[in-house]
């Protein structure tokens, strides 16, 4: 009979957690190999790991090579680029500066596709306001050529 507070607290955990995950894809997601998602991973940890600390409003950040090789082509950085300066200024990031970036979740739409989830942290950047933001972003990355590539736009 002691179970009941227990089934409650794992209703109420799960119910949280997939407050902010990412809705399932249309066609469902698809199980992936195993090197797959390793190499996403590994590619997703280096690019995300480039902004934590730096400017992204910055030019030296803007010309970062290491950035730029996860993208097919130049517009697409610069749309991406872009799209990210306004995301961290419009939640009020101090300096456009994250302090801490933390990949949430993957979820392949296919083999070749995948949404990842991504929570940027940072200091308040508006006036007596000492306390901290947040900014979830959802990233496309494709699959061609044999590497991951981020592919800006809605989801």
């Given at each position: 009979m002691k179970r009941w507070p227990l089934l409650l607290i794992a209703a109420l955990v799960l119910a949280c957690a997939s407050d902010g995950s990412i809705p399932e894809p249309e066609g469902g997601s698809v199980a992936v190999p195993a090197d797959a998602a390793i190499q996403l991973n590994g590619g997703a940890a280096v690019f995300y790991?480039?902004?934590v600390q730096r400017r992204v409003n910055a030019l030296e950040t803007?010309?970062?090579p290491v950035l730029r090789k996860f993208f097919r082509s130049e517009d697409l950085f610069f749309d991406y680029y872009a799209q990210l300066a306004q995301s961290l200024a419009d939640a009020h990031f101090e300096k456009s500066r994250p302090f801490a970036i933390e990949v949430q979740e993957m979820v392949f739409e296919s083999t070749a596709?995948?949404?990842v989830q991504v929570l940027f942290r940072g200091y308040?950047?508006?006036?007596?306001?000492?306390?901290r933001v947040s900014l979830v972003r959802r990233d496309r990355w494709q699959y061609e050529q044999e590497a991951?590539?981020?592919?800006?736009?809605?989801?």
């Open positions: 790991e480039q902004l803007f010309n970062d596709r995948a949404q308040d950047n508006r006036p007596l306001r000492p306390n991951w590539w981020i592919t800006p736009g809605k989801l």
